[in-house]
């Protein structure tokens, strides 16, 4: 990179420094954070900084500028360094932010993405590449089966256009969309072209991967699966200090990283269930659905209130002689195709068809179309005000009586919906997972999560799922043993599947009137010294299981 590109960007950061108030305060945020971790971390950071690398690199794919994540990403580079590993951080040069955090634990050895694929892939080659590939004519279900070198490079493409957009559903006649698309799926193709000349160079053995379909991650992960590289994909959970990671391979890429895989749970289906088992679950629900909770870190009940099911029904104008399903839909632009299948080909069409097919052929139900509670987040962040569900939504107007939406700002509290509720639909959404723990159906358009498992009902045509519909006021609620299938299910998931770190990373979480920067989710880093470091029990639980075992499930 030339030394003139160098002095500008340097020179247009300072410039947006004193312009730009909000980016000055995170700038000041970021800068008092690295200052308290350095004091924290000094006495021990570079401690086995020069330990032995026989075992091979351990790549962390590290492109964010979240505190919160490069801080994770350094605390498990430091247990791979301690464990035998060379260390690399695959990021952006321009990543300033996140090196500082890196540094502080001795991991200094980084690779600039943006450097590697200018110097080691023929443009010339990808252009030609391309105009092979990309059709002159182009519709969704053509791109999501897009592959080269067995990566999903054409959904790679998709997740990028509906994350930038903020948009479920894309007009793919639109000019400017089908532009975006081609310009996505040149970039994933690029990465998975420098993802092979990485693996060449360098003998990877495992690799840490967050966003494993977006753009370049998803071409580095999938290309690393079929290099035998062991790919771990991670995220925060859903409790406050807790963090999900799941081992992947060719065979289960899709699965969503918050899953019990098939082999964990021929296991633990078959574990007894208590009166403890019982209770435990019981301070599961209520602590998940406790209004104004700082221990759920998506916030997603904050504000709203606990109802009795006849106010419920009042406020949402439900007619008390027909059964009521709700249909919950998904953020549609975010991971909009990492994980699984939707037989509609993506959330936002799901969406649209089943609120048109019950609207004119299902009146014998109350539909409520309830939108998800964490567009109220994600639309603070992106500066939005209206839900994309409401847009699409909007080519329906006007609705029957039986079909009600239920936007993200309601003050309605998730609970409630318990009692009042006959059946749900989604197509791989946490409720569908929650709801038959007490013995209301859960209808499933997709896969990827918990589907076949003994306690949904499953569908896998469009024509299967629209004759579900019809009948649907016929069907049934669970069966005691559904029930206990489903409940034994999310106990382990939600109790066992998820890692609390908060003895090495605390976790602060703050409201969301507070979440102005990319810090409004944030981890210190505890530990007073190397001993106290390694002698933690979750460091002891994740490094046993990343660097030695080859389970799909840290539980």
């Known amino acids: 990179m030339s030394i003139r590109v160098e002095v500008y960007r340097f020179l247009a950061k300072k410039l947006r420094y004193f312009r730009d108030e909000k980016y000055r305060n995170f700038r000041n945020e970021v800068r008092d954070d690295i200052k308290l971790t350095r004091i924290a971390t000094r006495q021990w950071g570079q401690l086995g900084s020069d330990s032995l690398a026989t075992k091979g690199f351990f790549v962390v794919l590290s492109f964010t500028k979240v505190p919160m994540y490069a801080k994770l990403h350094t605390v498990i580079a430091k247990m791979a360094q301690l464990a035998g590993y060379k260390t690399l951080i695959v990021t952006y040069r321009g990543n300033a932010v996140a090196f500082e955090y890196y540094r502080l634990l001795g991991i200094n050895d980084f690779l600039f993405w943006d450097d590697f694929e200018a110097k080691h892939v023929d443009l010339g080659r990808v252009d030609q590449l391309v105009s092979e590939l990309f059709p002159p004519f182009i519709d969704i279900d053509t791109l999501i089966s897009l592959r080269y070198e067995h990566v999903d490079i054409g959904k790679h493409a998709l997740s990028m256009v509906c994350r930038k957009r903020l948009e479920g559903q894309l007009d793919i006649n639109d000019q400017e969309t089908q532009d975006a698309l081609r310009f996505y799926f040149r970039r994933a193709l690029i990465s998975v072209l420098a993802a092979k000349e990485m693996l060449t160079q360098y003998p990877v053995k495992k690799m840490l991967v967050r966003d494993s379909g977006y753009v370049p991650n998803g071409g580095i992960f999938e290309s690393a699966l079929h290099q035998g590289v062991d790919c771990i994909v991670h995220d925060f959970g859903q409790q406050k200090g807790a963090w999900v990671f799941k081992r992947h391979d060719t065979k289960n890429k899709n699965e969503h990283y918050f899953s019990i895989s098939a082999n964990t749970w021929?296991?633990?289906?078959?574990?007894?269930?208590?009166?403890?088992?019982?209770?435990?679950?019981?301070?599961?629900?209520?602590?998940?659905?406790?209004?104004?909770?700082?221990s759920d870190t998506r916030r997603l009940q904050f504000g709203k209130v606990k109802k009795d099911p006849d106010e419920?029904?009042?406020?949402?104008?439900?007619?008390?002689?027909?059964?009521?399903?709700?249909?919950?839909?998904?953020?549609?632009?975010?991971?909009?195709?990492?994980?699984?299948?939707?037989?509609?080909?993506?959330?936002?069409?799901?969406?649209?068809?089943?609120?048109?097919?019950v609207a004119t052929n299902c009146s014998d139900i109350n539909w409520v179309v309830k939108l998800h509670p964490f567009n109220a987040f994600k639309l603070q962040r992106e500066e939005k005000k209206e839900e994309s569900e409401i847009r699409l939504l909007k080519q329906l107007d006007p609705l029957p009586e039986h079909v009600i939406i239920m936007r993200a700002d309601t003050d309605i509290n998730t609970h409630s919906l318990f009692p009042v509720v006959d059946y749900v639909l989604t197509v791989n959404g946490t409720v569908g997972m929650e709801f038959p723990c007490f013995g209301i159906p859960s209808v499933l358009a997709g896969t990827g999560r918990y589907n076949g498992r003994g306690f949904t009902i499953d569908t896998n045509t469009q024509q299967e799922y629209f004759t579900l519909l019809d009948k649907l006021h016929t069907i049934p609620r669970l069966t005691p043993e559904q029930v206990l299938l489903a409940r034994k299910h999310y106990y382990y998931l939600m109790k066992h599947k998820q890692t609390n770190m908060e003895d090495i990373l605390p976790m602060e979480l703050k409201k969301f009137h507070e979440a102005q920067s990319e810090l409004f989710n944030n981890v210190a880093i505890a530990p007073k010294s190397l001993d106290e470091f390694k002698s933690s029990v979750s460091y002891k639980k994740l490094s046993e299981w990343m660097m030695n075992s080859d389970d799909y499930d840290l539980l």
Do not use: M
């Open 266 to 294: 021929d296991h633990v289906k078959n574990l007894p269930w208590t009166d403890e088992h019982e209770r435990l679950l019981k301070e599961e629900f209520e602590g998940r659905y406790k209004a104004d909770s700082l």
């Open 312 to 357: 419920v029904r009042k406020q949402l104008g439900l007619d008390p002689s027909k059964k009521t399903a709700i249909i919950f839909s998904h953020i549609a632009w975010d991971a909009a195709f990492f994980y699984g299948t939707c037989i509609f080909g993506d959330y936002e069409r799901w969406l649209f068809e089943t609120v048109k097919y």
